[in-house]
């Protein structure tokens, strides 16, 4: 009678282990294929690789939930009694059918999440059936900005800090870096590889969706780590040429003479914004220095600019925006400051910010 109750007993909590089980692993799963864990798709790579997220979903919730009810289960009913402080537990015996059975289930999952894994690797890698109409664009990383070079319809380069992308066509990244690994990742397009110095990296994507998307660095590559970033701009196809082509042609015609000063920065342009939400293009200077006129708070991992900066003419404060590494703030590391805020402000931006911060500092 003792050994037909405690097999009732272990056919119930079997039972109920099977029904708790089953109703949390469904519950798991459509609740893990709810939940938006992405940003937007932005390129058909990005399809794929959530659908491989998805599948890795209905596979691990499961899995997560047989081994947590169990030990539970365990807990519940091979706790230790009162009165058995003292006692050895029952001798068990290896189950040989059962432990093939918990050996196989997980390699059959395994290989299974092993193939669809190649397989989606192998077609986001694989190049356009006309490699020919692929857009290749040069990918630069360095402390602590992007910049990116493509081929002009004259094959000429074009330089730019911006980053500009055909919708529905293929675009393969050629990475580099010119100091210390960074990785370039644009999370919308779910793609990203490390810009290692002294070798070229490559990825390649598909944008699917016009908008603009962030571009940041995915490897902890110094102070300035957080600021590097920049933005990716998909446009239709008839825009982008129409930008490559005057990109082109900006390059070809001659260089006006005579840079902007000081003096004639047009006061149209918002100096104050710049210095805390950038241009668009350039990094933002309040994200990492104090400055009190701008409202931008201490503790930033740049200098306190009410302090370096007074007294400081117009001549030294553009000398250090546009060429950082002239001088180093007394206590701060070289190499941290953006060196291309040259590139990424106009001239006339360059001035106005410098006549702004002439003002902010003066004591």
């Known amino acids: 009678m003792a050994v037909d109750s405690r097999s009732r007993t272990s056919r119930r909590t079997i039972v109920q282990m099977v ?9 798991g799963v459509l609740w893990g294929l709810y939940i938006d864990w992405f940003p937007v798709q932005g390129s058909t790579q990005a399809r794929k690789i959530d659908d ?6 209905a596979f691990a919730v499961p899995v997560f939930v047989l081994v947590v009810t169990v030990v539970l289960f365990a807990v519940k009913e091979f706790r230790m009694r009162p009165g058995e402080e003292n006692l050895d537990g029952p001798n068990i015996h290896g189950s040989t059918k059962l432990e093939i059975v918990w050996t196989t289930i ?12 190649a397989t989606i ?15 290749k664009v040069d990918v630069y990383g360095q402390q602590f900005a992007w910049t990116f070079k493509y081929t002009g319809a004259d094959g000429k380069p074009i330089n730019t800090t911006r980053l500009y992308l055909p919708e529905g066509q293929s675009v393969k990244f050629n990475v580099h870096s010119k100091d210390v690994i960074h990785d370039f990742w644009i999370p919308a397009m779910r793609m990203k590889i490390d810009a290692v110095p002294g070798v070229t990296t490559s990825y390649r994507i598909t944008p699917i969706r016009v908008g603009s998307y962030p571009v940041v660095c995915a ?13 990716a701009y998909v446009m239709p196809p008839a825009k982008f040429n ?13 260089a006006a003479g005579g840079g902007g000063s000081a003096a004639a920065a047009p006061a149209a342009i918002d100096a104050k914004a710049i210095f805390t939400k950038g241009n668009g293009e350039s990094v ?12 931008t708070p201490a503790g930033g991992i740049g200098p306190d600019l009410d302090k370096v900066l007074a007294g400081k003419d117009a001549a030294f404060i553009k000398t250090s925006i546009v060429d950082p590494q002239a001088e180093i703030a007394k206590g701060y590391p070289p190499n941290v400051m953006p060196p291309n805020f040259g590139q990424t402000l106009k001239p006339a931006e360059i001035d106005a910010l410098v006549q702004y911060l002439v003002k902010s500092t003066r004591k």
Request: proline share 4%; net charge negative.
């Open 219 to 231: 490897e902890l590559c110094g102070l300035g780590h957080a600021v590097m970033r920049q933005t």
């Open 242 to 254: 129409a930008w490559l082509a005057s990109k082109s042609a900006s390059a070809a015609a001659p």
């Open 19 to 27: 029904v708790v089980g089953t109703l949390a692993s469904i519950i």
């Open 106 to 117: 997980p390699a059959v999952i395994i290989f299974i999440l092993i193939g669809y894994a």
């Open 52 to 57: 491989l997220w998805d599948l890795m979903i």
């Open 284 to 295: 933002a200077c309040g994200s990492c220095h104090q400055l009190a006129a701008a409202g």
């Open 121 to 135: 690797l192998s077609d986001i890698e694989a190049a356009p059936a006309n490699a020919a109409q692929e857009l």
